[in-house]
C-alpha cells in the first residue's frame, strides 16, 4: 500500500520539525517565508509533508461533537437548517433525564432553538436521520464535502 496523504491530518510546526529531525517524513513542500530558528540551526518550516511509514488511518472514529456534526452534515437533524458549527448543540434524542447515553446513536446536531424547544421530550420529535456510528471513511468523505479553511492555499491541490 503506497504511503498515503492525509491531509486531514494536521500537525503543529514542531512535530513537523520533529518528523523532519528524525528522518521519519519527505518534506513535500515548505513554507516559503517560514523560518524557525534554534541557537545552532535554522530551517523553513515543512507546509506538506509525507511519512516515510504508512501509517494506518484510525478506522474508528472518536465520539465528539465536531464529528457528530461532522456526520450531520453541519445541519440540525430536526428542522434541517444548517448551522455554524460554533453555534451547533448536541443534542441527546433519548434525553439523558431518561437515561440517554452521549453515544453515536442517541446523539444528533441540532439548532439551539430546536434544542431547547425538545428540552428533555423525546415524543414528537424524531431526527431526520437515524444517528449511527460513522466509520472513518464516511466522516472523510463528508469533511472533503464540507466548505472548510484552508489554512495555507498550497494546501488545496492535495485536498481535493
Ligand atoms: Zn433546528
Not at 512535530?15 to 521519519?24: E, G, Q, S, T
Not at 513554507?31 to 511519512?51: D, R, Y
Not at 437515561?99 to 423525546?122: E, R
Not at 449511527?132 to 495555507?152: A, G, S, T, V
Request: a positive charge; aromatic letters at 10%; charged letters at 25%.
Amino acid at each position: 500500500m503506497p504511503v498515503g496523504l492525509m491531509p486531514l491530518s494536521t500537525i503543529t510546526w514542531e512535530d513537523a520539525i520533529r518528523y523532519l529531525v528524525l528522518n521519519k517524513a519527505d518534506v513535500i513542500l515548505w513554507h516559503e517565508n517560514w523560518v524557525v530558528h534554534s541557537a545552532t540551526w535554522e530551517t523553513q518550516v515543512p507546509s506538506v509533508m509525507m511519512l516515510r511509514e504508512y501509517m494506518k488511518p484510525k478506522m474508528s472514529v472518536r465520539f465528539s461533537r465536531g464529528n457528530v456534526y461532522l456526520r450531520d452534515e453541519g445541519k440540525c437533524m430536526y428542522c434541517s437548517d444548517r448551522i455554524e458549527r460554533k453555534v451547533a448543540t448536541l443534542d441527546h434524542v433519548v434525553p439523558v433525564s431518561k437515561g440517554g447515553k452521549t453515544t453515536w446513536d442517541n446523539c444528533v446536531t441540532a439548532c439551539a432553538p430546536c434544542n431547547s424547544a425538545k428540552s428533555d421530550k423525546q415524543k414528537g420529535w424524531k431526527p431526520k436521520i437515524k444517528p449511527h456510528k460513522p466509520d472513518y471513511y464516511e466522516l472523510l468523505n463528508k469533511r472533503k464535502k464540507q466548505e472548510f479553511n484552508i489554512r495555507y492555499t498550497e494546501w488545496q491541490q492535495f485536498i481535493q
